[in-house]
């Protein structure tokens, strides 16, 4: 259980809960969004919160592997919202 | 029971980080329109993943192993992408004519409907 002896844990599951409560909410908005562009911004802020989690779970471990993880997807989730955004606007990515 | 400053420095940014991303993504999910619905994540982004960034940088250079700044990358990469993204993301509201709650200039409306 919670071991509040240790500050920072607790911060960090805290911090971790309020995370998963963002991404359960960007889910809700992914899922059911009644425009498109609605839930290419979902997939967006679902990428910046994972990022978030990560960063998270590597202050937890003690591990920097989890910031490769974290980097790896901030770049190609940004690749990935211009990829849909290009679509919607020009109805081909590449032309 | 006694607390190290650095630990209760990091727990305020991790907390504080915490909380706006929760904010933002309630404002995903509260907000009317898509174009205000926008506004939301955005701030979760600069000021969540922000200060969550550097609680990173600084329990990593307090350990062992020295200064660690490479979490900075994630930040500058971050901070330059989101407007791109959230610009082109308008655009592409714009051009399929989402729905505002704001209501649209005279001239704009006369236009559309007479189209």
Not at chain 1, 61 to 78: D, K, P, V
Not at chain 2, 34 to 59: C, D, E
Not at chain 2, 77 to 85: E, G, K, Q, Y
Request: net charge neutral; charged share 15%.
């Amino acid at each position: 259980m919670l071991n509040p002896a240790n500050l920072l844990e607790l911060a960090i599951l805290i911090g971790q809960g309020l995370v998963t409560a963002a991404l359960a909410l960007t889910l809700w908005r992914l899922l059911s969004g009644p425009e498109k562009p609605d839930r290419i911004l979902a997939l967006d802020t679902l990428y910046v919160n994972a990022i978030a989690l990560l960063v998270l779970i590597g202050i937890q471990r003690n591990s920097s592997l989890y910031f490769e993880a974290a980097l790896l997807i901030a770049m190609m989730g940004f690749v990935g919202t211009v990829a849909l955004c290009k679509y919607l606007l020009r109805g081909d990515i590449i032309e | 029971m006694e607390y190290s400053l650095l630990d209760i420095f990091l727990s305020v940014l991790i907390l504080f980080g915490g909380i706006f991303t929760f904010i933002g993504s309630l404002g995903l999910v509260r907000l009317r329109d898509f174009y205000s619905r926008l506004h939301g994540p955005t701030k979760a982004t600069t000021l969540g993943v922000g200060s969550l960034l550097i609680a990173s940088v600084i329990h990593f250079s307090t350990q062992e192993t020295g200064l660690s700044l490479h979490e900075l990358l994630i930040t500058l990469f971050l901070f330059i992408t989101a407007p791109v993204s959230a610009h082109l993301l308008s655009k592409a509201a714009i051009h399929l004519r989402v729905r505002s709650v704001a209501k649209l200039p005279a001239i704009i409306e006369e236009t559309e409907r007479s189209d």
